[in-house]
């Protein structure tokens, strides 16, 4: 069975203070692994997909990596409107896009 | 519209009670998927259309939910004799292609069965 876990499941950050949250998963046939940021009360919002080991992208302060196992969300000298939860999700073969639990950043000014 | 559009916002029902949860898609977009996310979780995949097609249903819970999308743009999710743990929020988003690219969320419906 296809598994996405993502950890820290929080995590709290003084402004400035440059951190990475993990996502490993197990899934046959990697196909794409995609990170989404949530604020409270709103839907998923798009960042990355990443298609293969070895690729990076970057947008801002965040910058996610991808090995054959997990993948990396680094988060640089973040601000206090970095806070969210950052959902990492895998897709796999035919089946749908499995999420993980993902992790709640606070980071405090 | 210009984002995914979800209604009713907020759904309170008595159990056994069916209802209707509705999901407008970004204008275009090919691809629709219904999610149901519990607090503190990431969403769970319910089912996917690719245009009018329900291509995977594979994550609807029981015979009690059903979902269409007859013009391969609006979608309707439906809950049969709704019961108490079909509370949470449903999620619908789109994409403009293929599972692999960029898929924008709605706000949601907030069901609450009581």
């Known amino acids: 069975e296809d598994q996405v876990t993502q950890s820290p499941e929080a995590l709290r950050l003084q402004e400035g203070e440059s951190s990475s949250l993990n996502c490993s998963y197990t899934v046959s046939g990697l196909r794409g692994l995609f990170w989404y940021r949530q604020d409270p009360g709103k839907g998923p919002e798009f960042l990355f997909t990443?298609?293969?080991a070895g690729e990076e992208k970057e947008k801002e302060r965040l910058k996610a990596t991808l090995t054959k196992k997990e993948s990396f969300l680094h988060i640089t000298a973040p601000k206090p409107e970095d806070s969210a939860t950052y959902l990492c999700a895998a897709l796999s073969g035919n089946t749908p896009l499995v999420f993980g639990k993902g992790t709640r950043l606070s980071v405090i000014a | 519209g210009a984002g995914v559009s979800q209604s009713p916002r907020y759904k309170v029902t008595k159990r056994g009670q069916d209802v209707a949860l509705r999901c407008d898609p970004i204008s275009g977009h090919v691809s629709l998927y219904w999610y149901r996310q519990a607090l503190g979780q990431g969403p769970e995949f319910l089912t996917y259309?690719?245009?009018?097609?329900?291509?995977?249903k594979s994550g609807l819970p029981n015979d009690r939910f059903s979902a269409e999308r007859p013009e391969g743009s609006i979608s309707t999710l439906t809950i049969q004799r709704t019961e108490q743990r079909d509370s949470a929020m449903y999620r619908c988003?789109?994409?403009?292609?293929?599972?692999?690219?960029?898929?924008?969320f709605g706000q949601g419906t907030r069901l609450t069965v009581v």
């Open positions: 259309f690719n245009y009018e097609a329900q291509q995977d």
């Open positions: 990443l298609y293969s």
């Open positions: 988003a789109s994409s403009p292609g293929d599972p692999l690219t960029e898929a924008f």
